[in-house]
């Protein structure tokens, strides 16, 4: 498995979950810069529907996604209760819209299982896996697969 995040000493790695919905989702705490309350974004002309619009965060203009949209989920509709996980991918910054943040997670490759097989392509791009802990199904992603390298450069 290629999933790589926070080697802690026992062995394992650290996430953040977050739900989107009724689901819950992952990100390797190492990529994740802060989490946020909401702000509203101003949107930009021309832009993928999935972008929210932009912030300005402590004077540098932070795009925000949509992440419910991206994942082909419905849209967010935004409330003081939603926050915005603000993310490294490759070079850029992102911020990310979910519904909350919920756990950080000490997983080891052991606990992540494949995604099934009847998955479709475009899900098996950005999932590394599932996490079956207790009576959650929690999905592991991939932030540098969900933002493809040419789509970054244009947030």
């Not at 989107?20 to 002309?45: H, L, Y």
Request: hydrophobic share 45%; glycine share 6%.
């Amino acid at each position: 498995m290629s999933y790589t995040g926070k080697t802690i000493s026992h062995g394992g790695r650290e996430l953040i979950a977050f739900r989107i919905g009724d689901q819950e989702f992952t990100v390797n705490i190492m990529s994740v810069r802060e989490i946020r309350g909401w702000t509203s974004a101003t949107p930009m002309p021309h832009s993928p529907a999935y972008m929210k619009g932009v912030i300005n965060l402590r004077g540098v203009v932070l795009p925000i996604v949509d992440l419910s949209l991206r994942l082909g989920m419905k849209p967010a509709e935004p409330t003081q209760r939603h926050v915005i996980i603000v993310a490294q991918v490759r070079e850029k910054v992102v911020g990310l819209l979910v519904d909350a943040v919920s756990d950080i997670l000490t997983v080891t490759d052991d606990n992540i299982q494949p995604t099934p097989e009847i998955a479709s392509n475009l899900e098996r791009s950005f999932a590394r896996g599932i996490l079956a802990i207790e009576s959650r199904m929690i999905c592991v992603i991939e932030l540098e697969s969900l933002f493809p390298e040419h789509e970054s450069e244009a947030a």
